[in-house]
């Protein structure tokens, strides 16, 4: 006779009651989740698993859920909510360079003063194209130990003259931002490594930061790979703004340059990725 087979207690619909109190409870999980996102913007596993007695795995996958809803977007060790449409501004067009500099003006300078601080201690420099990059550039025509590399013409004109040697990538000319692209051009910097390099962009969200050309961002690129130190530069009216091209994520730069607290979802990105965010002073007036 085959020995006698044991059951659980607990019957089926007793199962079935648990798992549906274990959905239920993963509804209320999601639901105090996205309530501490709309809070602060950012959220810890380890807080909130604290905070409801369940295990940081527990959390991580609810967090793979929402994020596969499109709710938030995970991040290390947490998550921050999702960028939406609301949230965020396109820039379809890129302004001619005269505006942009004169746009936002006071928060550029003080921007380019603090990061040609930074780059003035080192030897070797890229400077990628753009506004606070073409300001900071000034203030560094005196350092005389510092060897720079560019591909913008309007920076390497403004250097003529200066303490630093001047090195210009060789390529084809972007006229209305008079930089300098194209394979030649890449292949001449991808050979070389930089100690510093400094960026600009046209915006910057959680997902990363941007930039309008994509004949441009080949270079910044380059640059990012290139560097040992790479320092962004993005005035504050620029957060929450996105244009044609996402150049790279927040974790590839290791300094941010800015002129004000960034946006409590942009701020915790920037914590998540380890970025050191800089908030550069007002420029002394003249």
Known sequence: MADDVSFPDKSVAELAAGEDRQRMLSHVRHARILDQLALSGSISVTTIAAELGVSDMTIRRDLLELEREGRLVRVHGGAVLAET???????????RFDARLRRGS????????????LVAGYRTAAIDVGTTTYLMAGHLRDVGHLKIFTNSLRVSALLDGGAPEVYVAGGRVRAEEMSVWGPTAIAQFEKLWFDVAVL?????????FFDYSFEDTDMKRVYLRRSGLRILLCDSAKFQRMSLVQVGALADINILVTDAEPPPRIAAALAAARVDLRIAPPAPAD
Request: glycine fraction near 12%; avoid cysteine.
């Open 85 to 95: 449409p609301a949230s965020v501004a396109m820039d379809s067009e890129e302004p």
């Open 200 to 208: 600009g962009t046209s915006g910057v969200t959680a997902d990363g």
């Open 106 to 117: 006071e928060a550029k300078s003080a921007i380019a003063a603090y990061a040609a601080g």
